[in-house]
């Protein structure tokens, strides 16, 4: 009974990894927006794929000149720099008071009240999947387990990751680079992330893609990539304090384990900051994998990983058929 249940939670269409109108298709496969204030004003809202009282983020499925859209939206956090302004050229809306509390909306300038925007365009099946809420599924993976689900599953995908590529060739995003070493074995690339705004350190995200191709996640790694990861920390950390001014002691540097796209990268945050998927379900710190590694370098490739996937992901649909998850 279970098994037919989730044979059927796990038919739905086949994914795909290209837009089904794609139009104005550049070189590497992405469309051109027109740039400028009103990119966004022509988007047609389909539906809220989620959204976060807590996050202050709403993320939306909309189409623009006919071609699936996900448009995020997050609140800026506030910054110290800014408070004088913001207490002296807003004004005061009274909401109500009671004994020493009262309540206000603030009404403040328009520059002070940015909304953060990242667009995904055009948008396949894939990216409205990892965005749209669903239920979630705490997975126990094995060895035995990646090697007979996770790896031939992840060997099917055809998700592009060509813009990973195009940042280490420098055909893209190349003036938003922080540091970079070149070396082909142990060099990376360092730059923020699309999560951060770049105008408050509180909300520091950066990501160090390495350069050596093939490594596709936590799981490839053994003690002969130690040199590789232990470059990264060292050198990451100090061009952090070099540009942000920020210490090591103040950083949360891990992997994601799952990955969201299979190409080896570390995640540098401030630890201030709650970073989506720096929970103990999905991150590793780098310092205890380089640890593991040291001890047994094959660490990763017997021990049993947990990780969270999302009802409709297709992985955990393998997982499901593989009789490998108990959901009911």
């Not at 945050?269 to 590694?293: M, W």
Request: charge should be neutral; charged fraction near 25%; proline fraction near 4%.
């Amino acid at each position: 009974m279970a098994e037919k249940a989730a044979k059927r939670e796990c038919s739905s269409p086949k994914e795909t990894s290209t837009p089904k109108k794609a139009k104005k298709l550049n070189e590497d496969g992405g469309c051109f927006l027109k740039p400028g204030g009103d990119v966004l004003a022509s988007l047609k809202t389909l539906e809220i794929l989620s959204e976060s009282a807590e996050e202050k983020k709403i993320i939306v499925h909309g189409q623009l000149e006919g071609n699936d859209a996900v448009v995020v939206l997050e609140k800026n956090p506030f910054s110290k720099d800014t408070l004088e302004e913001l207490f002296t050229s807003s004004t005061l809306k009274f909401d109500m008071e009671n004994n020493i509390y009262s309540s206000y909306s603030l009404q403040v300038p328009l520059h002070l009240n940015e909304i953060k925007t990242t667009v995904i365009y055009p948008a396949t099946e894939e990216h409205l999947k990892k965005y749209r809420s669903h239920q979630s599924f705490l997975v126990e993976e094995t060895g035995d387990d990646y090697q007979s689900i996770t790896l031939p599953y992840i060997q099917s995908r055809t998700f592009s990751i060509q813009w990973v590529y195009n940042i280490l060739e420098k055909k893209a995003e190349a003036e938003r680079i922080v540091y970079e070493d070149p070396d082909p074995k142990v060099g990376f690339t360092l730059l923020p992330d699309l999560k951060w705004d770049q105008k408050r350190v509180v909300n520091l995200y950066l990501i160090a893609i390495v350069h050596q191709r093939g490594i596709k996640s936590l799981r490839d790694l053994t003690e002969e990539h130690l040199p590789l990861l232990q470059n990264i920390l060292k050198k990451g950390k100090e061009a952090i304090r070099t540009h942000y001014q920020l210490p090591a002691s103040k950083l949360r540097i891990y992997l994601h384990y799952q990955p969201s796209y299979y190409h080896l990268h570390v995640h540098f945050t401030n630890l201030k900051y709650r970073a989506p998927g720096c929970g103990l379900e999905r991150a590793h710190f780098l310092s205890d994998v380089i640890q593991n590694l040291q001890s047994d370098g094959q660490y990763y490739k017997t021990r049993t990983l947990s990780f969270q996937l999302h009802e409709g992901n297709g992985l955990l649909c393998k997982f499901k058929e593989a009789g490998r998850l108990e959901f009911r």
